[in-house]
């Protein structure tokens, strides 16, 4: 803990206001403030007053997820209790409350500190000033994607799978939900054994290889990740049918010979300025009468939201991603002369998904840790927790495009 130049502020007023907000939860401060019952399955204890200098430092929730990130504040039990209450623990008397006692305590922990409650050694910073160019986007892919292979094998099953799952009638298991999916876009897509279909970010190559075997069809996929393309070619070796090509999409694209496209959960990196450039490019690649299928997650409002906005989910997981409306998609592919056929909402089956996610990380924790340090695993479990609570409450949701080259 860090050791004060002078006496700190008691904590016992902002425990006691959580408390009234979260009956259910106890909490504890490193001053031996304590308020709420001992006995409950959530606990939230303040380790060390660092964490306020961090909260003071980056306010709107980027310093209270590095201080819960770094370990300053530990959170026991039900995290997604946590995440369901958020805007409950908005409260004006105790945003003011937590507000006093961040200044008294940094004031408290001298100005050295308040310079040293910055960011975290794995948070994401790039020297390029170009956000959109494609040697940046390379590196934001890599900070995503370039964890441990075996670390993503921990967290999304033998599936090997990083996008949502369908969950309908009679599927039980992480896995058949996957294959589920695999199924559905292949039968949109209208494969065949003469297809020759492109996955546009396609991962570790588990549709492809899904689409291949099943249906006897060609493949050729694209990733932005190095991690992924050396796994997805140690997968396949075997399989001729199948090509795998690493590099920004806008390298490889308008793609010749093609008779169906597809872009499971990559959207999301394209950004609403590249979307008219990004469909315009797939249009190009497929002759008119063959189909497209678009699955992103969506604003279901009519406005798009730059992830980068959450400052945590850009600086720990997801650089400059950025999250589009689902009108704005339409009117991007209508544009680029594609008619739609059909838009399936899946938002559900992701929280379904994301909640084996969750139950695959907590399960192989200790493992998880050994690859990446316990730092980044706990900033992948906020992330997830907090996805999954949007979900939850329809604040986003999970599209399925399906559209026709006209």
Known sequence: MVTPR??????????????????????SAYDGSESGPRTAHTSISFNDPNAFARILRAPRGLGLARAWIAGEIAVEGDLHYLAKHEASLRDLKLLSTALTIAIRTTLALGYRQIRSA??????????????????????????????STQFYRYLLGPSMVYSCGIFTAGIKTLEDAQSRKHELICTKLRLDPNSHVLDIGCGWG?????????????????????????????????????????????RFLPVRDLTAAASIGMYEH??????????????????????YLNQAIVWPRAK???????????RYIFPNGQLISLSKQVQDLEAARFRIISIETFGQSYASTIREWIGNLTRAWEACIQLEGEERVRAWYMYLTGALTRFEDRSIDLAQVLAEAR
Not at 236 to 246: H, P, Q
């Open 206 to 250: 588990s549709f492809l290889n899904y689409a291949t075997e099943r249906y006897g069809c060609q493949g050729t996929g694209i990733t932005a990740s190095q991690a992924q393309y050396r796994h997805a070619l140690s997968t396949t070796r075997m399989a001729r049918s199948i090509k795998f090509l690493y590099g920004d999409y806008r």
């Open 6 to 27: 002078f006496s700190l502020p008691p904590t016992q007023s902002l425990l006691d206001q959580i408390s009234r907000i979260l009956p259910d939860v106890h909490l």
């Open 270 to 291: 394209v950004g609403e300025h590249n979307s008219p450039t990004f469909f315009r490019l797939i249009r190009e690649s497929l002759p008119q009468g063959t189909r």
């Open 118 to 147: 910055g960011p975290t050694a794995i948070e994401y910073r790039s020297p390029w000033h170009n956000r959109d160019s494609v040697r940046r986007s390379l590196e934001q892919a890599e900070f995503h994607y370039g964890r």
């Open 304 to 314: 798009h939201h730059n992830i980068r906005h959450n400052a945590f989910v850009d």
